[in-house]
């Protein structure tokens, strides 16, 4: 073939392909454009961004490349954005409702794309991102035997990590997607329930809004929702935050970061932690002092109040802070904080994240309505999530640790800590000195005799190694980077999921 005619082969070829790529490019801009104009100015006149907007905050920039944009036909991306990307260098699986195309419903090529991400996220040992703003299944478009998206969802558990975002209102099986998951956030404009104000409406007859109906006022007190921020951009940035906790998957170990991991003393918490058990103090100001900054992130900060679940470094690695926060209640563990602390704990030792305990509780909280919740069994809820966790655990106690609330925080001998540290004066037993003397009527001379016992505990522990080693409170971030340094020493064989013999009761 001559060059003049190779020329006009390659004309041609290119003219040919052009109206099919006119056609494919007319098609994606179309599912790009979502609702329309009207539509997404209305919503993000609201204060929210849209679907795609909000993929684009949480990735780094460039990197997203998008599954299934032709799905749904006339109906843009059938609802739902949804591809993969990057957060800081590791890739993910992201998907966002697009409430601006047909309320976010779910039909069969969106519930097809949600299982798809969801397959991939566990085939390629990715974390899952879910950005929920929708109104369930699109009437008449479900049914017969097509695989759920929520199969593969939760198949996902315990495997790779798992985000939810909710960022307007979640309804139906949308709204299935929240709980499932690891980490849930919400922003003010969110509200998530089974059914919306309409169904609520026509099934019971009681008028209500989306807020009052499952707001952040009722979605925190009920668990169902782990944080709450103030708008899109700080709840996506808050998911960035959590997942540079993680490792990509149950499979690899959390990536450790630069830092300056030189022993230090901790002077301060001679003047933030009281000697006397009497006083209160704000243990997240033990935080800011003993791991590596301030930055550490708190889940669930406003449920089950009287523990403080956070996600820090130390020495530049991952942990999980499971502490009793003696603000509330005395540090005493109610119901609710048992069950934050047991799910937090799972979630930890799934992805091998070291778990540093820090106890300063009188207690599970005693009382009949205490009783009426639940507080025994929530109790062994989280006794048995922290006994079988098979990561690195480490222990402090600061000043007070009684009873059934002393073991719940690893303060239990064979437990399989790597280091158990005390404070010396620390206090422990079956129950303080001060209720012993009024559960045995004691009199005068025996109540001192009894609170005087209760001073030398943590001594007479230490002497029958009840501690591995007793320490000033200005050694607490030296003694606990060491610790963990030489439990990191296990990591000589390849990461593997966490294998659960156990059903939490």
Not at 56 to 65: A, I, V
Not at 181 to 194: E, V
Not at 319 to 342: L, T
Request: with cysteine; aromatic share 6%; hydrophobic share 45%.
């Amino acid at each position: 073939m001559t060059e003049s005619r190779r020329a006009a082969q390659a004309q041609a070829n290119s003219a040919a392909w052009a109206e099919t790529l006119a056609d494919l490019e007319a098609r994606r801009a179309r599912s790009r454009a979502m609702g329309g104009a009207d539509r997404l100015a209305t919503h993000r006149g609201g204060g929210k961004l849209d679907a795609r907007a909000r993929i684009e905050r949480l990735l780094d920039p460039g990197s997203f490349r998008e599954l299934g944009t032709l799905v749904g036909g006339e109906v843009a991306a059938d609802g739902i954005v949804a591809g993969s990307g990057e957060v800081d260098g590791a890739p993910i699986m992201v998907g966002a409702e697009d409430f601006t195309t047909v309320a976010g419903t779910i039909g069969a090529g969106s519930n097809s794309k949600r299982y798809r991400i969801a397959e991939l996220a566990l085939r390629n040992r990715i974390p899952l991102v879910m950005l929920l703003e929708g109104a369930g299944f699109r009437p008449g478009k479900h049914g017969g035997r097509s695989p759920t998206d929520l199969i593969a969802q939760a198949r996902c558990s315990g495997q790779v990590p798992t985000v939810a975002a909710v960022l307007g209102p979640s309804a139906g099986h949308g709204a299935l997607v929240a709980p499932v998951c690891d980490f849930r956030i919400m922003s003010r404009h969110g509200a998530i329930f089974t059914a919306g104000p309409p169904v609520v409406k026509e099934s019971t007859g009681e008028e209500i809004s989306k807020e009052t109906l499952g707001g952040p006022g009722v979605a925190l007190p009920s668990g169902v929702i782990h944080n709450v921020v103030e708008d899109d951009a700080a709840a996506l940035d808050t998911v960035r935050h959590y997942l540079s906790y993680f490792p990509s998957s149950a499979w690899s170990y959390p990536p450790s970061r630069a830092a300056d991991a030189e022993p230090r003393p901790t002077p301060e918490l001679l003047e933030i932690v009281p000697r006397d058990n009497r006083r209160v103090y704000d243990m997240r100001a033990v935080l800011d002092v003993v791991f590596d900054d301030s930055d550490w992130l708190e889940v669930q900060p406003n449920f089950g109040r009287g523990i403080v679940c956070a996600l820090a470094h130390l020495g530049g690695h991952p942990v999980a802070v499971v502490a009793n926060q003696p603000q509330v209640m005395a540090g005493s563990i109610d119901s609710d904080a048992a069950d934050k602390a047991a799910h937090f704990i799972m979630v930890a030792d799934a992805f091998h994240l070291p778990i540093v305990f820090l106890a300063d509780n009188p207690g599970m909280l005693p009382g009949s309505r205490s009783e009426r919740d639940g507080v025994l069994l929530s109790g062994a809820r989280m006794f048995t999530a922290q006994t079988t966790a098979t990561t690195i655990k480490l222990h402090l106690t600061l000043r007070k640790a009684y009873g059934f609330g002393s073991m719940v925080m690893s303060l239990l001998g064979f437990d399989d800590q790597v280091a158990t540290f005390g404070y010396p004066g620390a206090t422990m037993g079956a129950m303080s000195a001060g209720a012993l003397s009024r559960a045995a009527k004691a009199d005068a001379e025996l109540s001192d005799r009894l609170h005087d016992a209760e001073l030398r505990a943590s001594f007479n522990s230490a002497a029958n190694l009840g501690f591995d080693e007793l320490i000033d409170p200005r050694e607490t971030r030296t003694a606990l980077l060491g610790a963990l340094r030489h439990g990191l020493h296990r990591r000589q064989a390849a990461a593997e999921p966490v294998l659960r013999t156990a059903i939490l009761p």
